[in-house]
């Protein structure tokens, strides 16, 4: 089945699940069924690839652990950003955090790349730069000007060509490539400081984006939710309220997809024993935490160890 028919009946069957009022849907890329992000995850379409065969619609969805830099070359559209509408005419940058609800209506003649990368790699790559951290704090919508969009589209062009091969200096290249969109979108924002570029996050994904940062700084101590809620100073209905809106997961599973993504990461890449694992991660019993490990990823801590080292 062609990938246009697929995409579109994805996409129907998701909207007739979240119908007005309740959730936005949210999705891996447009159109694909929610799954783990891969913590390294960086990916370069063309803007048509998803937009054509959706006739040129993206309805409103999100987002859970990926960042997105629309490079608009030509043509435009009508862009909707939690609720906010703006006409948006080639050339242009749109920065999209993650969480953020957001549908376009381009024209028939737009043409460029989007730009997607998992938070996590994200947030690696420019750990020393405070900066560029800022970036995704909220929306953008901006102008380019040609010098700009030259460089712009050069730069997407080498990173199509590095992310279909692995030649000495891949990885290298691809963050390279990505730091270069970040620190253009980075300076067309803080020169149009002031003026109505930026979209502010909804109350929800606000919140929801404090929690995720007191998750990532507290997730060794497993705090119970009540703990972080009040930290948040906000209630527990409120937090899991705005968490199942904005990512599709309660504040629990949040918490746990962390923990779990740090086990995964010291079982393949330390030599601790299950129960240091146990341990670091805030668990008083390493019997409890193996079966937390497989009730969550299907098999036993040390299972997944063994398989993936000789994968």
């Not at 062009?157 to 290298?172: C, F, V």
């Not at 705090?223 to 629990?252: D, F, M, Y």
Request: net charge neutral; glycine share 6%.
């Amino acid at each position: 089945m062609h990938f246009a028919t697929i995409l579109g009946q994805f996409v129907a069957i998701a909207y007739r699940k979240f119908m007005p009022g309740s959730a936005v849907p949210y999705f891996y890329l447009y159109g694909e069924p929610p799954r783990a992000v891969d913590q390294t995850f960086v990916h370069l379409e063309r803007l048509d690839d998803r937009s054509r065969p959706s006739e040129w619609t993206i309805r409103p969805h999100s987002h859970t652990d990926l960042h997105q830099i629309f490079l608009l070359q030509s043509g435009g559209g009508d862009v909707v950003i939690e609720g906010v509408h703006n006409h948006v005419p080639a050339p242009a940058l749109i920065t999209i955090p993650a969480t953020a609800v957001h549908g376009f209506d381009w024209s028939e003649d737009s043409a460029g790349w989007v730009l997607t990368v998992s938070v996590a790699f994200y947030e690696h790559l420019v750990r020393d730069h405070a900066d560029l951290a800022l970036l995704f704090g909220q929306s953008h919508l901006l102008a380019l000007d040609a010098p700009a969009h030259r460089e712009a589209a050069s730069w997407a062009t080498d990173l199509i060509k590095e992310l279909g091969w692995s030649a000495t200096g891949h990885r290298a290249a691809v963050e390279a490539s990505v730091l270069r969109f970040a620190i253009l979108c980075a300076r067309l924002a803080e020169a149009d400081r002031g003026k109505h570029v930026g979209i502010a996050a909804s109350p929800s994904a606000a919140l929801v984006a404090r929690y995720r940062g007191r998750v990532e700084d507290r997730f060794r101590k497993r705090e119970p939710i009540t703990v972080h809620a009040t930290a948040l100073a906000t209630s527990q209905s409120v937090l899991r309220s705005a968490c199942q809106k904005i990512a599709g997961r309660s504040p629990s599973q949040i918490l746990d997809d962390r923990a779990l993504l740090e086990a995964k990461r010291l079982l393949l890449y330390s030599h601790m024993s299950i129960a240091e694992i146990a341990y670091s991660l805030g668990f008083t019993d390493p019997a409890y935490f193996s079966r937390f490990f497989s009730r969550q990823e299907g098999c036993a801590p040390s299972g997944f160890r063994q398989s993936r080292r000789h994968a």
